[in-house]
């Protein structure tokens, strides 16, 4: 059975900073990995998703993964305090999202 | 766009209770998803369903029934609530499933005295 694991668990970073967050995941066989950000008392929302090793930028966030080493990574650059949230990375095998037990991101003004 | 809505917002039951939690998704999307967060953790699947009358079984479906009628909506049964049970109910759609991207509704918050 897959299993993510990520770190820290929590992460407090000044307005303006570099934020990095960790994902392992355990089956080789996984294709798709997503980052989901959730505010307290809502959903999570899909920040992004990356299918192929490397880097993938959308704005202030940048996604890395490493599928030869179970590993993918979200840094997000300028931290702004609306970005304190939980973060959760999620890999897919056959239809099923496993989730990790999140990071929670403090970005203090 | 679409919206996901989850019914109740709060529920609040009594040991042994079979309690209902309802979700409707307006995307048109094919595979619904119910989840389990406890509190400042992650999310656990306990169902999922790729299509009208189909029921998949996730890691935390003993003590749960679901039911997907219709392709737009999908409920979920807590057989019989524990007691001090806290955790907020997660439902979720995707147009199909591996590849597509699961949006979340705003939660069922339960409480179980």
């Known amino acids: 059975q897959q299993k993510v694991q990520q770190s820290p668990e929590s992460l407090i970073v000044p307005e303006g900073g570099m934020a990095s967050l960790n994902c392992t995941f355990s089956d080789r066989n996984s294709q798709y990995f997503w980052w989901y950000r959730q505010h307290s008392g809502e959903g999570p929302k899909a920040l992004m998703?990356?299918?192929?090793?490397g880097d993938k930028k959308e704005g202030r966030f940048t996604a890395h993964l490493n599928k030869a080493s179970l590993h993918v990574s979200l840094h997000i650059k300028d931290s702004q305090p609306s970005d304190s949230a939980l973060y959760f990375c999620?890999?897919?095998?056959?239809?099923?999202?496993?989730f990790g037990s999140g990071t929670k991101l403090t970005v203090e003004p | 766009g679409g919206i996901i809505t989850q019914t109740p917002k709060f529920l609040i039951g009594q040991e042994g209770q079979k309690l209902t939690l309802k979700c409707q998704q307006n995307?048109?999307?094919?595979?619904m998803y119910w989840y389990r967060q406890d509190s400042g953790k992650g999310l656990r699947l306990i169902y999922y369903?790729?299509?009208?009358?189909?029921?998949q079984k996730g890691d935390l479906s003993e003590g749960y029934d679901a039911s997907r009628e219709k392709k737009s909506s999908f409920s979920l049964t807590v057989t019989s609530a524990q007691k001090n049970e806290m955790a907020v109910f997660l439902c979720?759609?995707?147009?199909?499933?591996?590849?597509?991207?699961?949006?979340f509704g705003p939660g069922t918050r339960l409480l179980v005295l």
């Open positions: 999620a890999a897919s095998n056959y239809n099923v999202l496993y």
């Open positions: 995307f048109n999307h094919d595979t």
């Open positions: 998703s990356i299918f192929s090793n």
């Open positions: 369903s790729i299509t009208e009358n189909d029921l």
């Open positions: 979720a759609s995707s147009m199909r499933g591996n590849q597509d991207t699961q949006y």
